[in-house]
């Protein structure tokens, strides 16, 4: 019997089933109020600073 290959979908496609979980979509928006924000502030700051993860790293070890 051939196998059969999963139905592809893409990131935004995957995400936007999983957000259909009320559970599920209940923790992402627990988690976008914190988690989520501080680290798109984190990533943000490095991006305008013009640093890669490697070269931040060195500021942190």
């Known amino acids: 019997m ?3 290959s999963p139905a592809k ?3 935004d496609e995957l995400i936007a089933k999983m957000l259909t979980n009320p559970a ?3 923790e992402h928006e ?3 109020c ?5 680290l798109d502030e ?3 700051a490095r991006h305008n600073a013009g ?3 490697a070269q931040l790293k060195i ?3």
């Open 34 to 38: 914190g988690e989520f924000a501080l």
């Open 59 to 61: 500021h942190f070890v």
């Open 51 to 53: 640093l890669t993860q």
């Open 42 to 44: 984190i990533l943000g």
């Open 24 to 26: 599920v979509c209940a």
């Open 9 to 11: 979908m893409t990131h």
């Open 2 to 4: 051939a196998k059969r």
């Open 30 to 32: 627990r988690l976008e």
